[in-house]
C-alpha cells in the first residue's frame, strides 16, 4: 500500500506568523494536489502539480513539488484566522489510479 | 459556480439495514467517485465510475455496497446491510478530463459537502 505522509499532525501558531507543512510519499507521484477541507464540508481544490520542481502561488500560499516529484510543502506566509482549516495532500501515482489522501495538517491560526 | 450536492447530510441506521447515499455530479463531468472519510482518518478512496461502470474500487468497497447511475443526474451508493464500522461521512466527487493536459493528468475532484453516515 502507497502511503502519503503528511507533517505535521497539528499546527498552531499566532497570527501573522509564517508556516510549512509538508507531503511525503516513498513512491513517485503523477500528479499531486493540495485540498482544505472545512468542519462538516467536503476538500475543496487549492491546487494541483504537475511537474518536478513546479512552484505555484495563491495568494500568500507557495506550493512547491518537488524535483523527484516524491514530496511537496506549502508554505503560508503572515497566516490569518482565516486559514484555520484541514490541510490535505492528495497523489497519483499513476494516471489511472485514485487519488490517495494523506491524513491532513490540522491548522490553527490564532488571532 | 456548479457545485456537487449530496443528501442526506445525515443518515442514522441501524446494523443491518440497507442505506443508499444520494448525490448530484457536476452536470458535464464524466468521472464519479465515493470516498469515506472515518471519524478523525485520512480520506479513503471507495470507488470510481466512468461510461456506466465501475472502472476501479478498493478493498474496501466490498460485496456490500454498490453504485449506480440511475438517470442522467444521479449517483448513488448503497450499502446492503450496514456494520457499526461503516459509520464516516461520505463524500461524492466528480471530475471532468481535461483533453489539454498531459495523459497522467486527471482533472481535480470536485467534492460533496458529505453525507455523514451513522450506524447504530
Known amino acids: 500500500t502507497q502511503l502519503l505522509e503528511q507533517s505535521p499532525q497539528f499546527l498552531s501558531i499566532q497570527e501573522g506568523e509564517n508556516l510549512t507543512v509538508y507531503c511525503n510519499s516513498s513512491?513517485?507521484?503523477?500528479?499531486l494536489q493540495w485540498y482544505r477541507q472545512e468542519p462538516g464540508e467536503g476538500p475543496v481544490l487549492l491546487v494541483t502539480v504537475v511537474t518536478g520542481g513546479e512552484v505555484k502561488k495563491l495568494k500568500r500560499l507557495t506550493f512547491q513539488f518537488g524535483d523527484a516529484r516524491k514530496d511537496s510543502s506549502l508554505h503560508i506566509t503572515a497566516a490569518q484566522p482565516g486559514d484555520t482549516g484541514l490541510y490535505l495532500c492528495?497523489?497519483?501515482?499513476?494516471?489511472?489510479?485514485?487519488?490517495?489522501f494523506g491524513k491532513g495538517t490540522r491548522l490553527s491560526v490564532i488571532a | 459556480e456548479p457545485e456537487v450536492t449530496q443528501t442526506p447530510s445525515h443518515q442514522v441506521t441501524q446494523m443491518g439495514q440497507e442505506v443508499i447515499l444520494r448525490c448530484v455530479p457536476i452536470?458535464?463531468?464524466?468521472?464519479f467517485y465515493w470516498y469515506r472519510q472515518i471519524l478523525g482518518q485520512k480520506v479513503e478512496f471507495l470507488v470510481s465510475?466512468?461510461?456506466?461502470?465501475?472502472?476501479?474500487k478498493s478493498e474496501i468497497f466490498d460485496d456490500q455496497f454498490s453504485v449506480e447511475r440511475p438517470d442522467g443526474s444521479n449517483f448513488t451508493l448503497k450499502i446492503r446491510s450496514t456494520k457499526l464500522e461503516d459509520s464516516a461521512m461520505y463524500f461524492c466527487?466528480?471530475?471532468?478530463?481535461?483533453?489539454?493536459?498531459?495523459?497522467?493528468?486527471?482533472?481535480?475532484?470536485?467534492f460533496g459537502n458529505g453525507t455523514r453516515l451513522t450506524v447504530t
Open positions: 452536470s458535464n463531468h464524466l468521472y
Open positions: 492528495a497523489g497519483k501515482y499513476s494516471g489511472n489510479t485514485p487519488l490517495v
Open positions: 466527487a466528480s471530475s471532468d478530463r481535461d483533453r489539454g493536459l498531459l495523459r497522467s493528468y486527471n482533472s481535480p475532484l470536485h
Open positions: 465510475f466512468y461510461n456506466n461502470e465501475i472502472s476501479e
Open positions: 513512491s513517485v507521484f503523477s500528479s
